[in-house]
């Protein structure tokens, strides 16, 4: 099974930065496409970033311009760059992997979460 960790979250005043990390186990990291979500108190969870096996990658319209994703295959991780950041940006972010192709129980996977909370 494919298991996820992320690092990195804390607390940043507005118009500062974080970078978080998604650490995966497994052989068949290369091939899936990883995203990052998050979920605010009281709110719906939402995609933010994706990238795919390929490199391409698409952002909420919320942090275009802001948040930056990227992955590193040699070191089965997938990085968030969080600039200017704003106090909407809080919430728990959680790392996700899933088979490009294949819909069911083993091929969509979830890391436990990190906070980032954006206050001055």
């Known amino acids: 099974q494919v298991r996820l960790v992320e690092s990195g979250g804390g607390l940043v005043q507005p118009g500062g930065s974080l970078r978080l990390s998604c650490a995966a186990s497994g052989s068949i990291f290369s091939i899936y496409t990883m995203g990052w979500y998050r979920q605010a108190p009281e709110k719906q969870r939402e995609l933010v970033a994706a990238i795919t096996s390929g490199g391409r990658t698409s952002y909420a319209d919320s942090v275009k311009g802001r948040f930056t994703i990227s992955r590193d295959n040699a070191k089965n991780t997938v990085y968030l760059q969080m600039d200017s950041l704003k106090p909407e940006d809080t919430a728990v972010y959680y790392c996700?992997?899933?088979?490009?192709?294949?819909?069911?129980?083993?091929?969509?996977?979830w890391g436990s979460g990190t906070q980032v909370t954006v206050s001055s």
């Open positions: 996700n992997a899933r088979h490009p192709r294949i819909n069911a129980p083993g091929y969509n996977h």
